[in-house]
């Protein structure tokens, strides 16, 4: 059975280009700053990098964000929402589809116990000993 689906959303390329400086390194870079009392000026000379970047490191720091890349955040809701559907469509063709395997056995196991119930009335060695017990 063919389903039709809706074309996903496009994702959004994040805005910005990769940092230039790894997140232990910036992490470094602020942890000399605020512990060990070193000023912007000397970190940027000490690190290579510029007084700007560093101020801007230790305000992300305090902020929480320190090392947060756009391009490895989530998805948008709008995507999220619709992969959450085409899981909830692929669950639902599972369950459907677990529903007939459990119907269709239930009736084999019916056809089974009547197949055996009416063979029960012919005498055979297998079960010639359930109608010795109830003769006298």
Do not use: C
């Not at 964000?65 to 063709?93: C, H, M, W, Y």
């Not at 009736?107 to 119930?117: E, G, N, P, T």
């Amino acid at each position: 059975m063919d389903i039709l689906r809706k074309r996903p959303p496009k994702e959004k390329r994040p805005p910005g280009r990769d940092p230039k400086w790894t997140n232990e390194y910036m992490f470094m870079v602020v942890k000399k700053v605020l512990e060990e009392g070193m000023t912007y000026r000397e970190a940027a000379k000490t690190f290579n990098v510029s007084s700007g970047a560093v101020g801007a490191w230790i305000r992300k720091h305090k902020k929480g964000v320190l090392g947060t890349n756009p391009k490895n955040s989530e998805a948008s809701d709008e995507i999220k929402i619709f992969r959450l559907e085409e899981q909830v469509q692929e669950l639902k063709g599972e369950i459907g589809d677990l529903y007939l395997q459990n119907q269709l056995l239930k009736k084999a196991l019916y056809h089974s116990q009547q197949k055996k119930k009416d063979n029960s009335s012919v005498i055979t060695s297998e079960n010639l000993a359930q109608f010795q017990k109830g003769a006298k």
